[in-house]
């Protein structure tokens, strides 16, 4: 059975970086069908969607943060990561990982999501 | 980017009655790749609807999805008691972006 858990550091200082960590099991990261993907929810708020990568390297981002994401991956752990730049208060969300099939993209399986929380 | 609006913000309803939430897209969404979550309190989303009327696996028949174009609607037929939660709509026809969620909530 599929699982996706999440990771983090819970609070990180204004203008730092936010670094995330998704360890996949049930499946491999490295699978040819799907894509491994990020969404954030603020607290009361509703999802937005942060970006998609696939294992080759194919990646693509929401417009209004990819200037400040970064993804690496680590297969040998089957685990995925993101680093955002320069967070504000804006940024403290609950942070989800999440897969969807490649041309399908719908998240059919989440992780439970982490919160972080920007704050001096 | 294609902005969702969905509607009514908040709808009250008992169990047993028929729910009609909407998803309005600011422009059309290509191949109706549009899709539903619902959320509980404390949970992740959970995948109902894709493809504007495909059911997920697992995913009670009372629960339904029509639509095209720019206008989407999730119907759940008779609501049961643990139906009742924040749905979001999401279309993944460019790039992707969710709705801003309908709570459903017992009168």
């Known amino acids: 059975q599929l699982q996706l858990q999440e990771s983090g550091p819970g609070l990180v200082k204004p203008s730092e970086t936010l670094s995330l960590t998704c360890t996949v099991s049930?499946?491999?990261?490295?699978?040819?069908?799907?894509?491994w993907g990020w969404i954030r929810q603020p607290p009361g708020k509703g999802l937005e969607w942060i970006g998609s990568?696939?294992?080759?390297?194919?990646?693509y981002y929401n417009p209004s943060l990819m200037s400040r994401v970064t993804k690496s991956v680590d297969s040998s752990k089957n685990q995925f990561s993101l680093k955002l730049s320069s967070v504000t208060a804006a940024d403290t969300a609950l942070y989800y990982c999440?897969?969807?099939?490649?041309?399908?993209?719908?998240?059919?399986?989440w992780g439970q999501g982490t919160l972080v929380t920007v704050s001096s | 980017e294609i902005v969702l609006t969905q509607s009514p913000g908040t709808l009250s309803l008992s169990p047993g009655e028929r729910a009609t939430l909407s998803c309005r897209a600011s422009?059309?969404?290509?191949?109706?790749?549009l899709a539903w979550y619902q959320q509980k309190p404390g949970q992740a989303p959970r995948l109902l609807i894709y493809?504007?009327?495909s059911r997920a696996t697992g995913i009670p028949d009372r629960f339904s999805g029509s639509g095209s174009g720019i206008d989407f609607t999730l119907t759940i037929s008779r609501l049961e008691p643990e139906d009742f939660a924040v749905y979001y709509c999401?279309?993944?026809?460019?790039?992707?972006?969710f709705g801003q969620g309908t709570r459903l909530e017992i009168k």
């Open positions: 422009q059309s969404v290509s191949n109706n790749y």
């Open positions: 999440a897969r969807h099939a490649r041309g399908a993209d719908f998240f059919d399986c």
């Open positions: 999401q279309q993944y026809g460019s790039s992707i972006t």
């Open positions: 049930g499946d491999s990261i490295s699978s040819s069908s799907y894509y």
């Open positions: 990568f696939y294992y080759s390297g194919s990646t």
């Open positions: 493809g504007a009327s």
